[in-house]
Nanobody
Framework: QVQLVESGGGLVQAGGSLRLSCVVS????????MAWYRQGPEKQRELVVT???????VYADSVRGRFYIFRDRAKNTVYLQMTSLKPEDTAVYYC?????????WGQGTQVTVSS
């Protein structure tokens, strides 16, 4: 059974940085498409970034140049490095494997950016 466990969220001031982690079990991240989504207060869940099995990445316009996704194959973990954080980045961040409609999800980790 595939399981995803996120961690690393917290409260940070605008301009600060955080690194989110997604530990994956039950499958190998290097042969799967992985993604980070987020859902802000009273907003729909939105795609932040994807990384394909061959390492190609696609970022949302709102985070391009500030966020960076990378994988550690040895730890079977996907990371989201977030820099220059803005209050509008406040959301619950979710790790995903397999796509939005049929994929697996973690429980989410809260990121709050204060102004």
């Amino acid at each position: 059974q595939v399981q995803l466990v996120e961690s690393g969220g917290g409260l940070v001031q605008a301009g600060g940085s955080l690194r989110l982690s997604c530990v994956v079990s039950g499958t190998i991240i290097s042969i799967n498409d992985m993604a980070w989504y987020r859902q802000g207060p009273e907003k729909q869940r939105e795609l932040v970034v994807t990384i394909s099995s061959d390492g190609r990445t696609v970022y949302a316009d709102s985070v391009r140049g500030r966020f960076y996704i990378f994988r550690d194959r040895a730890k079977n973990t996907v990371y989201l490095q977030m820099t220059s954080l803005k209050p509008e980045d406040t959301a619950v961040y979710y790790c995903n494997q397999g796509g939005q409609s049929k994929g697996y999800w973690g429980q989410g980790t809260q990121v709050t950016v204060s102004s």
